[in-house]
């Protein structure tokens, strides 16, 4: 498999809009996804948003696979933001004070305009 399996990218005005189209974000995917956004990132300076919509279940891999990505957006000079949590996520991020190290904002459209 590769990473058009589990997100899809789509460049919004200078933004990297980055959909994860699967239910779980585990090792495997989490592999794929952060190689595909590092890929895709510097046409749009590490401006990036992912939307985690359809995500149900994170692993610990793919907290890590977040905290690289917004890593790699600040040492890029960008921003990273992350959309569409559902609250077990957010409610991981919270007790986890991963949520600390990142911007979150409930839709698509208010993190577009965080970046606009």
Not at 16 to 38: D, R, W
Not at 66 to 89: M, P, Q, S, W, Y
Request: one cysteine or more.
């Amino acid at each position: 498999m590769n990473a058009q399996n589990f997100v899809r990218t789509e460049r919004v005005s200078d933004v990297l809009v980055a959909t994860l189209t699967t239910t779980t974000i585990s090792e495997y995917e989490s592999g794929l996804v952060i190689e595909h956004v590092q890929k895709e990132a510097p046409h749009t300076k590490w401006n990036v948003v992912m939307d985690f919509d359809k995500v149900a279940f994170l692993s610990s891999p793919g907290i890590t696979m977040i905290l690289t990505l917004v890593h790699e957006a600040r040492r890029g000079r960008g921003k990273f933001i992350i959309c569409n949590l559902n609250e077990d996520i957010h409610e991981i991020f919270r007790m986890t004070k991963v949520e600390k190290s990142m911007a979150i904002e409930k839709t698509l459209e208010d993190a577009l305009k965080k970046l606009g």
